[in-house]
Each structure stands twice: as structure tokens, then as C-alpha cells.
């Protein structure tokens, strides 16, 4: 539309000024919940066991990385899909009990929920990674870069796959998709381990780092796509 | 997912506005549609909210001002910027235009309300009302040439 019309149309419908407004405001002025805020409140409405697992977890890879097992912090790396599935599942769970429509009729969306709860658990995620990668590269005698590299690509990855689905799988059939794609996350690293032992030297590092900026791109496309969803699904 | 008050009170308010013709009542309508809004105290989405007020106010102005007339669009307020013989012209040829392409005309080009909120509330597909849009933008258009 071009500018001048547009402006004209503005001035045809202008409307004098309103007399009550700034009182009416002033004693109605209602406090809206900001981002931070809901993030903060979603914290409670995570369940307990999410937590339990999340913290299971941790303690497998510790174990497994340990001078003691000696298994390397290649093959705990492959658990860190299933850590990520327990944050895409917060995603999958209201519609594998087929409670979408119930939840969009909800004060907060339920894509504005379920992204705060992801949030939570990605960033307390992050921080049992980010606790895992001094002792894994001391143990293991590579650097903390690279193995933050080798334990972040696989969750990123698995989160990516795990979005994806639950928007493109619908009903019971897709937290076993999701399960299934952690599942396939995890036996890739253990594979490579075993039949690619070459690709985690030091020269394969930029092939790593590259899997993991796109693995980080999958992850933030996949979270725009799905806030992007909530329109489809109100049209 | 927050709005900005102050801003949405003037986008209801205006539609009233030009709903009803009267400046007292439109503030009135305005005031019980935000009432109703913190009363119910339901709808925090943007969109699902912005869709939650015009249809309260379009219910609330049918019941203050329930006769179907066409009233021409009101001349007190004094125009400023725009070029007179324009302002005329247009305000005629928007006289001629049914009230709700009218009404469709304010929500979009004056109120800027994205077409989402617009389609839930027209109940027709964001394809369709973009074309009703443009159709009565070119009405006006070759009107004004």
C-alpha cells in the first residue's frame, strides 16, 4: 500500500483523543509475566524423575569415562543422546496423551510452556555437559574443546532429530520416534568409535565442529519452526 | 507474549470508536472489554488475546449501538498533514464502502493487526482476506485517481 494513502487513511480514521484512559490504566494496570518469569515458574512443573534421570545420566558418563572402566569419554559420549530426549520429550508428551487442544485453551500457549520447559532443561543440560568436560578431556588427555565438541554434537543432534519429529509425528507413535532417534544417535557415536576410531584425531576436529554448528543450526531452526506451528494449528 | 497496554487501548478504542461514533460510549465499551480481559484473566498469547478483545468489543458495541446503519464517518476530528482535497475524497469514497470492508480497512492498514488475528476473526483464510483487502484498497485507489 503506498505511503500516502495509508496516511490518509489514518487521519479518516483518527479518533479524539480518549479522556479516561491514563486514570483507567493507572488503577487497572495489571503486571504481565515476562519470559524469564515463566521460565522461572516452569521450573516447578518439570517433573521430579526428569530431574532424577537428567542427574542418572551424568553419573553413567562420569562412570564410564573413569580411569577405573576405562571406556573413554568416546563411548560415555553416547549417552548424551538420552539426555537430550528428555528434553525434547517435555515437546512430545502433551501429544502422545493427545492434550493439545485442551492446552491451547490454556492461559500460556502451550508452545510458550513447552519451550520454557525446554529452556530448563537444555540450560540445566548445558550445565551437567559443561561439568562432564574438565574430568572427561583430563581422563581421556584431549583438550576441553574438543571434548565439549564430541559430548555437545550427539545432544544437539538428538534434539534436532527429536523436534523434527514431534512435529512431524503424531499421537502415541512419537515418543517411541523420538526414543528411536536417540537410540540411532547413540549407536552412530558407538559405531564410529569402534569402526572409525580415526575420526576423533586431532585433524577430524573441523569435520566435528562443522557437524556441530549444523547440528546447532537443526536446534534453533527446529524451535523457530515449532513456536512458528502455533499459528498453523489456530488458522 | 506481553502487550503494550497503552497501545492496544487506543487500537480498541479507536475501533469502538468507529463502531459507535460517540467518543463517551466508545470509552465506556473500551473500559468493560479490558474489565472483561482482567477478569477472566485467560488469555496471555498475543495473538489468541488480541483476537479475545476485538471480538468482546465488536460484541460490546453491537449491544450499545444494535441498528445496522451506515453512519458516514465522523467530521470532528480536524485532519492534519494529509492533503485536504484527499482526505475528502477518500473519506467520501470510504462512505460508499460496506462497514465491514470499512472495519477490515482500520484493523489492517490503521491498527496494523497481523492477517492471523485478522483471519480467526473473520473466520476466512489469511488468502482470502489479503485479496478482500487488496480488492477494496484498489476500489479506493481507482477511486482516487
Known amino acids: 500500500m503506498d505511503k500516502k494513502l495509508k496516511q ?25 509475566l515476562c519470559r524469564w518469569e515463566l521460565v522461572a515458574i516452569q521450573i516447578r512443573y518439570i517433573r521430579w524423575w526428569v530431574w532424577a534421570v537428567s542427574l542418572a545420566l551424568f553419573g553413567g558418563i562420569l562412570w564410564m569415562a573413569s580411569p577405573a572402566r576405562g571406556m573413554g569419554g568416546w563411548y560415555a559420549a553416547a549417552l548424551t543422546p538420552f539426555l537430550a530426549l528428555l528434553a525434547v520429550m517435555e515437546n512430545g508428551r502433551a501429544r502422545a496423551c493427545q492434550m493439545e487442544e485442551l492446552e491451547l485453551a490454556c492461559r500460556m500457549a502451550r508452545h510458550s510452556v513447552v519451550l ?11 550445565i551437567l555437559l559443561a561439568g562432564l568436560t574438565p574430568p572427561l578431556a583430563a581422563w581421556g588427555a584431549v583438550g576441553i574443546a574438543r ?17 523434527e519429529l514431534t512435529r512431524r509425528v503424531r499421537g502415541r507413535e512419537c515418543l517411541p520416534a523420538c526414543g528411536g532417534a536417540a537410540v540411532l544417535v547413540s549407536m552412530l557415536g558407538v559405531c564410529l568409535i569402534n569402526f572409525r576410531p580415526e575420526l576423533y584425531q586431532p585433524e577430524h576436529l573441523p569435520l566435528w565442529g562443522s557437524a556441530l554448528a ?22 | 507474549m506481553a502487550i503494550d497496554l497503552e497501545d492496544q487501548y487506543d487500537k480498541i478504542y479507536r475501533y469502538c470508536y468507529y463502531r459507535l461514533r460517540d467518543r463517551e460510549r466508545a470509552e ?13 484473566d485467560t488469555y496471555r498469547d498475543r495473538n489468541q488475546l488480541l483476537q479475545y478483545l476485538y471480538t468482546v ?25 494529509t492533503d485536504p482535497l484527499l482526505s475528502i475524497a477518500l473519506r467520501a469514497e470510504l462512505d460508499k464502502l460496506a462497514p465491514g470492508d470499512r472495519e477490515l480497512l482500520l484493523l489492517r492498514c490503521v491498527n496494523g493487526e497481523p492477517m492471523a488475528v485478522l483471519s480467526r476473526l473473520y473466520g ?10 487488496n480488492g477494496i484498497l484498489k476500489t479506493l485507489r481507482d477511486a482516487l485517481q
Open chain 1, 8 to 32: 490518509a487513511l489514518a487521519e479518516a480514521y483518527r479518533a479524539p483523543a480518549p479522556e479516561r484512559k491514563a486514570a483507567f490504566l493507572k488503577q487497572h494496570r495489571r503486571r504481565e
Open chain 2, 124 to 133: 476466512q483464510s489469511r488468502f482470502a482476506l489479503r485479496r478482500r483487502l
Open chain 1, 214 to 235: 549444523l547440528a546447532t543450526l537443526a536446534a534453533g531452526a527446529e524451535i523457530i519452526l515449532s513456536w512458528k506451528e502455533r499459528e498453523l494449528q489456530w488458522n
Open chain 1, 147 to 163: 571434548t565439549g565438541v564430541y559430548l555437545l554434537t550427539p545432544y544437539l543432534l538428538t534434539a534436532a532429530l527429536g523436534m
Open chain 2, 28 to 40: 465506556d465499551v473500551t473500559q468493560e472489554t479490558f474489565l472483561r480481559w482482567f477478569a477472566s
Open chain 1, 116 to 126: 520454557a520447559r525446554m529452556v530448563v532443561l537444555g540450560l540445566f543440560h548445558l
Open chain 2, 57 to 81: 468489543a465488536g460484541h460490546l458495541c453491537t449491544d450499545e449501538f444494535r441498528r445496522p446503519i451506515s453512519l458516514p464517518l465522523p467530521e470532528d476530528v480536524p485532519d492534519r498533514e
